[in-house]
């Protein structure tokens, strides 16, 4: 699940969910297009770009889904996002932090354990990668805001 957790901009502080595996709809497409330029096959570049335009529209929407803002109301948040300072962590995406358990991850190496190796050292996954392609076969601009818990506006 994602949020977006807005700050400074009284009285829409707090977090929103923002379930963008939730289709976007017509009205909300229209408000991206509107307000940052971006369409369906373009708003990859804003997300990995973190453009401050397309953060606020996101929150706007996160905002409307609330239902703490109506259709009018939209355009004048937008608008009032306009002036606050980028980087300053007013809107922020977040993701569910799933807290890590206790034996998860490889095993704690001992102090007294020998450091010597044997066999051929594995290469690493920048010699193996020689040809810039994705091994997952999945375009490098198909990523989603999950992909990152934390993006700072």
Known sequence: MEYIRIEGL????GRYELDLAHELTTREWGWIKRHSGYMPLT???????ADPELFAVFAAIALYRAERLNQAEVAGFIDRCQDIGFGSGRIVFEGDEQPEEDDAGPPEVSSSGSST???DASPTSSERSGNGQNPTGIPASASSPSDRLTWAN
């Not at 009284?10 to 502080?13: C, T």
């Open 117 to 119: 190796t044997s066999g």
């Open 43 to 49: 708003i990859s570049q804003g997300l990995e770009g």
């Open 10 to 13: 009284h009285p829409h502080d």
